[in-house]
């Protein structure tokens, strides 16, 4: 019901999400090593035969957002994600001067309803039955992102692409399965006035190479995104995804994500920075 985090302390904690803990206010543990780029990881799990928790969450500039999922058992999954301003309200970015128009680039991960690698969960005390439904790791998916906002229109859309899942290997459930996944686009973003923002996605139909993408993904409707823009001079964005059915290669697939993006200015050396402020 609830995800807050305290990047001044590097806690995390979820209330409300069942069977990630007692009681339901759960505190997680920050992995030493991240497994999305840009984003802090952290996983919770109350016993060893509890269900596992993953979650991605960054705090800057004003803004922060996060994810949560945790991995199948019982036939079920669960996830979310949540974004805020961390402080001030809502100012227009104005970088470069004189723009309509303002792009924010960065990272972008994410939680899949598929077993990912089995790297964090507690050790079981054997022998067990192998007929007892045991937790598993969530997988996940890290990628980047941009997003296009026209202040004139008031209209937001972009794109996730470098999309890589990481799945657990069927030959060593500690190693990593990476498949490369069909890139996905911000479509009908609509920009309100307190700087809040919300849209579609669909399938990169571009993305002809990859052999997840559909033959004809435009105009079909697999998500929704939404987010803020804050921090001082509008610098920065948060925000979060739903994103289902978004490759041929996968069945029932259901991913949850995350977003924290910096604006692009004349200090940018990101490529995709460079091409958006040329005149």
């Known amino acids: 019901e609830r995800i807050s985090?305290?990047?001044?302390?590097?806690?995390?904690?979820?209330?409300?999400?069942?069977?990630d803990g007692v009681p339901l206010v759960n505190d997680y543990t920050a992995v030493a090593t991240t497994f999305a780029?840009?984003?802090v990881t952290f996983t919770g799990q109350n016993d060893p035969l509890g269900r596992h928790a993953t979650a991605f969450v960054a705090s800057r500039d004003g803004v922060q957002?996060?994810?949560?999922m945790t991995?199948?058992?019982?036939?079920?999954?669960f996830?979310?994600?949540?974004?805020e301003r961390t402080?001030?309200?809502?100012?227009?970015?104005?970088?470069?001067?004189?723009?309509?128009?303002?792009?924010?680039?960065g990272n972008y991960a994410a939680g899949v309803n598929f077993p990912g690698q089995e790297t964090d969960l507690l050790p079981i005390t054997g022998p067990l039955d192998p007929d007892v439904n045991v937790p598993t790791q969530t997988a996940y998916i890290r990628g980047m992102m941009f997003i296009n906002?026209?202040?004139?229109?008031?209209?937001?859309?972009?794109e996730i692409y470098d999309r890589t899942a990481v799945f657990r290997d069927p030959g060593d459930f500690t190693n990593a399965l990476l498949s490369e996944l069909p890139d996905i686009v911000l479509v009908e973003g609509e920009l309100a006035g307190d700087g809040s923002f919300s849209?579609?996605?669909?399938?990169?139909?571009?993305?002809?190479?990859?052999?997840?993408?559909?033959?004809?993904?435009v105009g079909d409707d697999i998500g929704d995104f939404a987010g803020v823009i804050g921090g001082p001079g509008g610098n920065a964005v948060a925000g979060g995804t739903f994103v289902e059915n978004f490759t041929e290669e996968l069945d029932n697939e259901i991913e949850y994500g995350v977003f924290v993006l910096d604006l692009c200015d004349t200090t940018s050396v990101d490529p995709v920075c460079v091409n958006a402020l040329q005149p």
């Open 65 to 68: 957002a996060g994810v949560v």
């Open 79 to 83: 996830g979310g994600s949540f974004f």
């Open 87 to 105: 402080s001030g309200g809502y100012t227009a970015p104005t970088t470069p001067e004189s723009r309509f128009d303002v792009t924010y680039v």
């Open 199 to 217: 849209g579609n996605i669909e399938v990169d139909a571009t993305d002809t190479t990859n052999p997840g993408t559909p033959s004809d993904p």
């Open 71 to 77: 991995g199948g058992q019982f036939n079920k999954f």
């Open 149 to 158: 906002v026209d202040l004139n229109d008031m209209s937001v859309e972009g």
């Open 37 to 39: 780029p840009g984003y």
């Open 5 to 19: 985090f305290n990047a001044a302390t590097n806690t995390l904690t979820v209330t409300g999400l069942t069977q």
